[in-house]
């Protein structure tokens, strides 16, 4: 369940991207967490656009679900439909999974930090090593000295493919209420504020 930080040090994994409220960090700055949106959330406010090129020339930028019928009637061929498709689904089901956890959160532990607005931070520096493995080779991991509420849960606990809602449902009161599974993949969740002590290699 939700415990509160004085001071404790964990490691955290960042990137640059366009959503990333906190691009570059450097050591001896602090960070306040939980007031808007993360990169992750964030994202869901812009929409998936495609350009797409018609059989006739002309081409136009439209939105997933208008591309995906495009396709399925023809109006365009020789994109990565594989590739976009997959795409598109992953982006939509991590939507659905992020609007189930935090209503599930409201419920079993209202006092948690939400996904939707916390920093990722892993407990240990082999365990930023793992999610900097996930993450990709530009991120950088760095040391941190944590103060506020902070949730610890298993990752693998997530909706990460089709399954029956009610199992996602199950899945996510367990995150909230910190069990894990016989594999986990902890995570910690923080809210309040962020002091970054070191880069970490």
């Given at each position: 369940?939700?415990e509160t930080?004085?001071?404790?040090?964990?490691?955290?994994?960042?990137?640059?991207?366009?959503?990333?409220?906190?691009?570059?960090l450097?050591?001896?700055?602090?960070?306040?967490?939980?007031?808007?949106?993360?990169?992750?959330?964030?994202?869901?406010?812009?929409?998936l656009?495609?350009?797409?090129?018609?059989?006739?020339?002309?081409?136009?930028?439209?939105?997933?679900?208008?591309?995906?019928?495009?396709?399925?009637?023809?109006?365009?061929?020789?994109?990565?439909?594989?590739?976009?498709?997959?795409?598109?689904?992953?982006?939509?089901?991590?939507?659905?999974?992020?609007?189930?956890?935090?209503?599930?959160?409201?419920?079993?532990?209202?006092?948690?930090p939400?996904r939707?607005?916390?920093?990722?931070?892993?407990?240990?520096?082999?365990?930023?090593?793992?999610?900097?493995?996930?993450?990709?080779?530009?991120?950088?991991?760095?040391?941190?000295?944590?103060?506020?509420?902070?949730?610890?849960?298993?990752?693998?606990?997530l909706?990460?493919?089709s399954e029956?809602l009610?199992v996602?449902?199950?899945?996510?009161r367990?995150?909230?209420?910190?069990?894990?599974?016989?594999t986990?993949?902890?995570?910690?969740?923080?809210?309040?504020?962020?002091?970054?002590?070191?880069?970490r290699?």
């Amino acid at each position: 369940m939700v415990e509160t930080s004085v001071r404790k040090r964990f490691f955290h994994v960042s990137t640059r991207h366009v959503q990333n409220i906190f691009p570059e960090l450097v050591v001896g700055q602090t960070i306040e967490i939980g007031n808007v949106h993360n990169a992750f959330f964030g994202y869901y406010e812009r929409p998936l656009n495609y350009v797409i090129h018609g059989n006739t020339g002309n081409t136009m930028t439209v939105k997933a679900i208008h591309y995906l019928n495009a396709f399925k009637q023809g109006a365009i061929q020789g994109a990565d439909l594989p590739g976009h498709a997959h795409g598109i689904a992953l982006h939509y089901l991590m939507l659905a999974r992020e609007l189930i956890m935090e209503e599930v959160r409201k419920e079993i532990c209202p006092e948690a930090p939400s996904r939707q607005s916390c920093l990722w931070l892993a407990p240990s520096i082999e365990g930023a090593r793992c999610w900097q493995g996930i993450i990709g080779a530009n991120s950088v991991i760095y040391e941190i000295q944590a103060i506020g509420n902070l949730h610890r849960a298993d990752a693998n606990l997530l909706l990460s493919d089709s399954e029956a809602l009610s199992v996602t449902y199950d899945r996510a009161r367990r995150y909230w209420r910190g069990e894990v599974s016989e594999t986990p993949n902890m995570e910690v969740l923080l809210r309040g504020s962020a002091k970054i002590i070191a880069v970490r290699t």
